[in-house]
């Protein structure tokens, strides 16, 4: 269980049971969680449901209900967050919540969103650790309030001033070693840190964590050339350590960096 003391208290479950059982409980706050393996189950509302792989589990605050393995083994990442975490994180006046407790993940979509924030929350402590937590956050509560809780989003803008001024912050950032936040960058700008992903996203194609990286991996490059060690390199752009450097400079220019020929 992942506890974000940060992050008003939203917490990750990763489960992988086999015999376990829990008795008649509630949750205070909303619970989000998508089977990865196995069929869950659980009695709520008078009647009894079953989970299998590919159903999202999605509960009301202080809704009564078990749970149980219904099969040999059981997978499933949950995140739980508090109404008044939910408004604040999603920018929300209003907030309907679930009708639908165990719709279908149509193409997968939530699972794979709260398996990239559970690979985030697991990640070594480097520098975009929160920045990519805090993305991943924003991306499983969007989605699921939008798609079942008929949430209603700002639609984003282009923001073309936040953009450039944020792209100047990171930069700058990233020169200086520093590590970044959601929250942090979007009161750089003026902007909800939610807007902020979703108008970045339009306007670049990418998110806030995606352009650190981006960045990283150019100053990266910048040092190699400049003939900096590739140790060293990747401790000054901001990486965990070289193989860190070396995973991301591969996906982003198709070469390690030893196969970079300075003429």
Do not use: K
């Not at 939910?86 to 920018?91: P, Y």
Request: glycine share 12%; charged share 25%.
């Amino acid at each position: 269980m992942h506890h974000l003391s940060w992050l008003h208290g939203v917490e990750v479950f990763e489960a992988d049971l086999r015999s376990q059982t829990f008795g008649r409980h509630s949750h205070e706050g909303f619970a989000i969680g998508a089977i990865s393996a196995g069929v869950g189950g659980y009695r709520l509302r008078g009647a009894d449901v079953l989970l299998p792989q590919g159903s999202l589990s999605l509960m009301n605050p202080d809704e009564a209900h078990t749970g149980h393995a219904a099969s040999g083994a059981l997978r499933y990442d949950m995140l739980y967050a508090s109404e008044d975490a939910v408004r604040a994180l999603l920018g929300l006046r209003d907030l309907a919540g679930f009708s639908d407790v165990a719709p279908q993940d149509r193409g997968g979509e939530l699972a794979r969103r709260l398996c990239r924030l559970a690979a985030a929350l697991n990640a070594d402590r480097r520098a975009d650790r929160r920045l990519a937590v805090e993305e991943g956050v924003q991306s499983v509560l969007g989605a699921a309030f939008v798609r079942h809780g008929r949430a209603e989003l700002r639609a984003p803008g282009r923001e073309t001033r936040a953009v450039t001024e944020l792209r100047e912050r990171i930069a700058a950032a990233v020169e200086d070693g520093r590590s970044l936040s959601l929250g942090e960058l979007a009161a750089g700008v003026g902007l909800h840190p939610s807007y902020l992903v979703r108008s970045v996203r339009r306007s670049t194609g990418l998110t806030p964590h995606a352009l650190v990286i981006q960045r990283r991996v150019g100053r990266a490059r910048d040092l190699l050339v400049q003939g900096m060690p590739a140790a060293q390199a990747a401790a000054a752009a901001g990486f965990s350590d070289q193989t860190h450097m070396i995973r991301l400079f591969r996906r982003h220019f198709g070469v390690t960096p030893g196969a970079m020929i300075r003429h």
